[in-house]
């Protein structure tokens, strides 16, 4: 219960004391923090990969699909929080936004019309600009202000970051997600701005003195969501026209994400933060990497975002020759541990295991008995509605259907862990129990999971995807990417 009064100081001594000292030693709890997982760029591409060519995952509608890769390429190129791009669903105190600096404090913060703030199109500028490297190309650059900093939501001067096209991958492209987005809203003001093709039918009047051409946006979208959610509708899902896509989805998306790449340990949002300031630590000052980072001080970075490895080839530099930098960047990454094949070998729990789980067990026989005392005085459930009866039913069968899905998951998770603990020693073995390879189709999967631009591997070039194509012109046909197959 808040007070108001701030705790007399030998009391906080002795809580302290407390809690680390007799909690810990009673509960043999630990005291040692867990390891920062870092995503680099390596570990990105395999990620991005597998979402655009492998993946199967369901989403209510292919904008998520979209706006997940988007997602990851924002945390990763600018290093911002989730909750200034998503619209948070954890409700703090407003007094308490900015306190601390744990991943997991997240704060909603509504805006005047009463709903919750997430990045909209007012935040992002568009802009079609003259090639710095001559010719009668263009290209198109983003300015996206993100206003939800922590600590800073709606406050003071917010920053601005600068995106640029990326021809060389496109699955890289964050102006290519944005403008995928953008069309399928119809979000241009311009009445020549309909279809991807429309971006190139005009050019830069250079003898006006003209360096740019802004691409603006319809006045009643400004307030829109870029990131928005599936709802059911009336047969199927559709995308919601005001409500931002949730930290909670997000989070499952890139969970599920993880574990079909073969990510040992759950894919986190919060790894492209640290893989953003690893990256950046290297070229800009401490005091622009806290900028882009929003920290308040130096140390916050050293304390929570640095992994636990020594980024330093040790052996090398005592032994006095070529450091083995490729060895340390290996060591700290997510890549080190990843399986590809991971997902098509573990099962998933069967009903019957799940069922043979004491608490579940439990419920189910607790759930019958109501069940039958119910039918032999109300001869229905639905009878039964309102009834005292009833209500411990309906919590019952509640009850049941979360301590399923938390049995499931946890027996998923001790497989998963039980395959990476004896991936070292994997053998394969056909019916007749000798040792066997793998077939042809099992080690092309893994060749374009681990190597996804090895030419020889590539798709036809009338299945590839549309970052796999190098024509600008074919690239703006495709900037409404479709769902893959």
């Known amino acids: 219960m808040k ?12 809580m302290r004391n407390y809690l680390f000292s007799t909690i810990c030693f009673d509960f043999s709890l630990s005291q040692a923090g867990r390891d920062k997982k870092v995503l680099d760029v390596d570990d990105l591409l395999g990620i991005l990969h597998y979402h655009w060519s492998l993946c199967n995952g369901f989403f209510p509608t292919e904008r998520q699909r979209i706006q997940l890769a988007l997602l990851l390429l924002l945390i990763s190129y600018t290093g911002v929080r989730p909750s200034a791009v998503l619209e948070m669903s954890r409700d703090k105190p407003l007094e308490d936004a900015g306190k601390g600096d744990d991943p997991d404090f997240m704060v909603s913060v509504r805006d005047p019309d009463g709903l919750v703030d997430c990045l909209k199109y007012k935040d992002i500028e568009l802009y079609k600009v003259k090639d710095p490297a001559g010719g009668n190309e263009h290209v198109f650059l983003m300015v996206i202000t993100f206003r ?24 890289f492209c964050p102006v290519l997600h944005v403008l995928s987005l953008a069309f399928a809203d119809q979000a241009f003001r311009s009445r020549w701005i309909r279809k991807p093709a429309d971006l190139f039918s005009f050019d830069i009047q250079e003898e006006r003195g003209l360096q740019a051409i802004p691409l603006e946006w319809k006045d009643d979208i400004l307030a829109t969501p870029l990131f928005r959610k599936g709802e059911r509708a009336v047969s199927w899902y559709q995308t919601s026209a005001t409500s931002g896509w949730t930290y909670h989805d997000a ?79 290996a060591a700290s990454h997510l890549s080190l541990t990843r399986d590809p094949l991971a997902e098509h070998y573990i099962n998933v729990p069967s009903a019957a ?13 607790k759930r019958t008995a109501l069940k039958t005392a119910i039918l032999a005085k109300y001869q229905s459930i639905r009878g039964a509605a309102g009834s005292e009866v009833g209500i411990q039913y309906k919590a019952v069968v509640e009850e049941l259907r979360i301590t399923k899905k938390r049995v499931k998951v946890s027996l998923y998770e001790q497989r998963w862990a039980e395959w990476f603990a004896r991936e070292g020693q994997f053998v394969a073995y056909d019916a007749a129990g000798t040792t066997t390879a793998l077939t042809w189709q099992v080690s092309r999967h893994l060749s374009l999971a681990r190597n996804p631009l090895h030419t020889s591997e590539r798709r036809p070039s009338d299945q590839r995807r549309p970052w796999q194509m190098g024509s600008r012109a074919r690239n703006a046909e495709l900037a409404k990417l479709p769902a893959p197959c």
């Open 3 to 14: 007070t108001g009064r701030e705790v007399d100081l030998t009391l906080k001594t002795e």
């Open 148 to 171: 939800l900093m922590k600590g800073h939501r709606n406050t003071g001067v917010p920053h601005k970051i600068v995106f640029h096209e990326r021809d060389d991958n496109l699955a």
């Open 251 to 329: 989070r499952n998306a890139i969970v599920r994400l993880g574990k079909g790449a073969g990510l040992k340990n759950p894919l986190a949002m919060y790894d492209g933060r640290r893989g953003f300031g690893e990256a950046i630590d290297k070229r800009v000052t401490e005091a622009v990497r806290n900028k882009a980072m929003g920290h308040s001080r130096g140390d916050i970075f050293a304390r929570f975002y640095t992994n636990r490895i020594i980024a330093a080839d040790t052996i090398s530099a005592f032994l006095g020759t070529a450091s083995q930098d490729w060895a340390v960047k």
């Open 353 to 365: 295991e799940i069922g043979a789980d004491s608490d579940v067990q439990c419920l189910a026989l």
